[in-house]
């Protein structure tokens, strides 16, 4: 059983976010993808399967991180789709069977991959009690980001504060299903993005998430309508930071990026 380590949303090894990519025959039960992803012990492990022609999908696909299964992950799909290009297992435009529906992920002429994943349904809700004390700064803003996501969206005052924060990640765990997204507006544009974001998600077990597809399908809409164009580009500043395109399209959400296989191995047992 061949095993890779893929660096998702960056041109470059050991910048973005890593993902273990598994090409099986079938999926075995959920105990032994779970020892699997907690092995390969990055923030996802993306396991997936060829299905029979002539369906809505081509492989059927899912995420593990280290503590449990999760319902959308972006950066693991971007690797998977990165693996079945590069060894010739798939051709063209893959779509996937995942728990979030269909996904389909484009190689573009440059090199990049374009996934098209739902857009998250906002909602406006009050900040709750303690998650500025938690967070470590005050919110201008905080968004529900719906049940796919599980996520609280929490605009802060500029992108020096996304940068400087310090959470306290155990009180964070009480305010969402999967944790917070933290974003400011960039203060540069010229730097090559429109926003910043940092991604903290205890409840899944990784405090701090390098770069987070699915939070992007949330970014998106929150800064197309603040900056009044549906195409952006997002800066996730973690200690490894990645950069994700977005096109906003309605109640779907395009998200580019490249990525970069690092490790292939074999798992033994």
Not at 37 to 60: I, S
Not at 180 to 188: P, S
């Amino acid at each position: 059983m061949r095993i890779r380590i893929v660096d998702a949303f960056t041109d470059r090894p050991f910048a973005g976010n890593p993902a273990g990519v598994l090409l099986l025959d079938a999926f075995p039960d959920n105990d032994r993808l779970q020892q699997v992803a907690l092995e390969v012990n990055h923030a996802e492990t993306a396991f997936a399967h060829r299905l029979p022609e002539g369906g809505e999908a081509d492989w059927a696909l899912r995420w593990f991180t280290p503590a449990t299964e999760v319902a959308m992950c972006g950066h693991a799909t971007l690797a998977t789709a990165h693996v079945l290009h590069t060894t010739g297992a798939h051709q063209g435009t893959v779509r996937f069977a995942t728990r979030s529906g269909v996904l389909v992920a484009t190689p573009d002429e440059d090199g990049s991959i374009t996934l098209d994943f739902p857009t998250a349904p906002l909602t406006p809700v009050d900040a709750p009690d303690g998650v500025a004390e938690a967070l470590g700064t005050e919110p201008f803003a905080v968004l529900d980001t719906g049940p796919d996501i599980g996520d609280l969206l929490v605009e802060v005052a500029d992108e020096k504060t996304v940068r400087g924060l310090t959470p306290d990640h155990k009180a964070l765990a009480a305010y969402s299903e999967r944790g917070i997204i933290a974003t400011a507006r960039a203060e540069d544009a010229a730097r090559g993005y429109d926003y910043v974001s940092r991604c903290f998600f205890p409840n899944v077990g990784i405090d701090e998430d390098p770069v987070t597809g699915s939070a992007h399908t949330a970014l998106a809409p929150f800064w197309s309508e603040r900056l009044g164009r549906p195409g952006l580009t997002g800066m996730q500043a973690s200690p490894r930071s990645g950069r994700v395109r977005t096109e906003l399209r309605g109640e779907r959400t395009l998200l580019s990026g490249r990525a970069v296989t690092v490790i292939e191995g074999e798992l033994l047992v």
